[in-house]
């Protein structure tokens, strides 16, 4: 089993940041795909950006230019700096990871919320 543990949500105005973090710990094979989902209210669950274990990174059109992801490999953990925050950035943030055999899990989310 492996066990995501997510950080970094919060209450921000329009226009700041926030970083969330999520590592992974447990009985871990190699991770590949790490990401970042959301769901706001009433609104199924986003792709907001992944990462491959390389590196490589991939970002929904609605983040592109203010939100960037990185992973360390050696910490088994995912980073996303979320910058120019707007309004409809609110939401709960879930972590992704894929591991090289197949599994699939999720973080418990983390709550992002931007007043105007």
């Known amino acids: 089993q492996v066990q995501l543990v997510e950080s970094g949500g919060g209450l921000v105005q329009a226009g700041g940041s926030l970083r969330l973090s999520c590592a992974a710990s447990?009985?871990?094979?190699?991770?590949?795909?790490m990401a970042w989902y959301r769901q706001a209210p009433g609104k199924q669950r986003e792709l907001v950006a992944r990462?491959?274990?390389?590196?490589?990174?991939n970002y929904a059109e609605f983040v592109q230019g203010r939100f960037t992801i990185s992973r360390d490999n050696a910490k088994n953990t995912v980073y996303l700096q979320m910058n120019s925050l707007k309004p409809e950035d609110t939401a709960v943030y879930y972590c992704?990871?894929?591991?090289?055999?197949?599994?699939?899990?999720w973080g418990q989310g983390t709550q992002v919320t931007v007043s105007s």
């Open positions: 990462i491959t274990r390389s590196g490589s990174a």
């Open positions: 447990g009985s871990i094979f190699s991770l590949t795909t």
């Open positions: 992704y990871v894929s591991s090289s055999i197949g599994e699939v899990y």
